[in-house]
């Protein structure tokens, strides 16, 4: 059995977890029943090394606190004085002063900057076509704007509230007043992506290449669509690999096909001489899935189903889609 956060190595059972691109290892433990209970601490004390959390004082993160000065706010660590900044948004700021103690002492502050300017702007996202702003939380987009400023008071709301609107109507009030202050740039980093209301996965990544308008392929998420083209840009747009991430999302775009979901069973169906064929339904997609699959490299033949489904039993090999992963990105090697 898997625990979030925990695993095993050497018969012993250790605490890690992932913060703001930092890995973090807890402590190990003799007994997976002690590592559940310190995680469950650790995950209701923001995951920070300090007395609360059990931790001896030598271990303690660094407390920051933030200071305003005539020329903004600066970031300060309590116990030597060491500054960063300074900051034209309190906010901002106090996103910088989250993310220190997670460091230690092995401080990249540019690179925690870049962390805290996407999680100054998190679920928002910029529609360069329609010179619009949209706030999209859960994979929805909830709402447009022409001003940054709107954005980020109604995406407040909408986090706050978890989407609620009835909530988010009843006390519309503004949580965080960003007009007083100056905004961190807003920058268009994944300028070649597009959102296409009209697509099933809305964010199109295109690019443009001499006279051809090249696109590579459309994703659920805006954060895989800027995944995808960070990898690209690393790799020069080379050929291969355009091609290469094309081919993978045809895949993926492709992986449902014949599959049709109804009463929360799985139904292999297609149409052959204006006649719907089906086979199953399934309890299982993924069972469905491989029954399909086989099913199309054997044309289609009936009377093997029932030999596909005891390979299944037997095999039950979970099928990978790539979302969300460098599963995505071909090996080196």
């Known amino acids: 059995m898997k625990y979030k956060n925990i695993y095993k190595l050497n018969n012993r059972y250790i605490i890690k977890k992932q913060i703001y691109a930092k890995s973090i290892v807890y ?16 995950a209701k004390n923001s995951w920070y090394k300090n007395a609360t959390t059990g931790y001896p004082k030598e271990q303690h993160f660094p407390k920051y606190h933030v200071k305003q000065t005539d020329n903004g706010y600066l970031v300060i660590n309590k116990k030597n004085g060491r500054t960063f900044g300074t ?8 996103i910088i002063k989250k993310i220190l103690p997670f460091y230690e ?71 965080y007043d960003y007009s007083k202050e100056e905004l961190p740039s807003f920058t268009h980093e994944c300028e070649n992506i597009y959102y296409k209301d009209e697509n099933v996965n809305k964010y199109q990544l295109e690019k443009q290449i001499r006279n051809n308008k090249l696109i590579i392929g459309s994703y659920p998420t805006y954060n895989l669509a800027c995944l995808i083209k960070r990898y ?20 993926i775009h492709n992986r449902d096909k014949y599959i049709q979901k109804r009463n929360g069973k799985y139904y292999i169906e297609r149409t052959k001489n204006k006649r719907t064929i089906r086979y199953g339904p399934y309890d299982d997609l993924e069972k469905a899935r491989y029954v399909k699959n086989r099913l199309e490299e054997n044309s289609w033949k009936k009377k093997l189903i029932r030999k596909f489904e005891r390979q299944y039993l037997i095999h039950n090999t979970k099928t990978k889609y790539y979302y969300d992963s460098t599963d995505f990105f071909r090996k080196s090697g």
């Open 27 to 42: 402590g190990n433990f003799d007994r997976i029943e002690d590592a559940i209970k310190h995680r469950n601490i650790l």
């Open 105 to 175: 002492d092995d401080i990249n502050i540019s690179q925690i900057e870049k962390i805290a300017h996407k999680e100054f702007y998190k679920y928002i996202s910029y529609n360069k076509m329609c010179g619009r702003y949209h706030v999209i939380y859960k994979g929805i987009v909830r709402t447009t704007h022409k001003c940054l400023i709107d954005a980020l008071h109604e995406r407040d709301l909408i986090v706050k509230y978890d989407g609620d609107e009835e909530l988010m109507c009843e006390n519309p009030t503004i949580i």
């Open 232 to 251: 690209l840009d690393n790799k020069n747009w080379n050929e291969i690999e355009i091609k290469h991430i094309m081919s993978i999302t045809r895949k």
């Open 87 to 94: 900051y034209k948004n309190c906010k901002y700021a106090r």
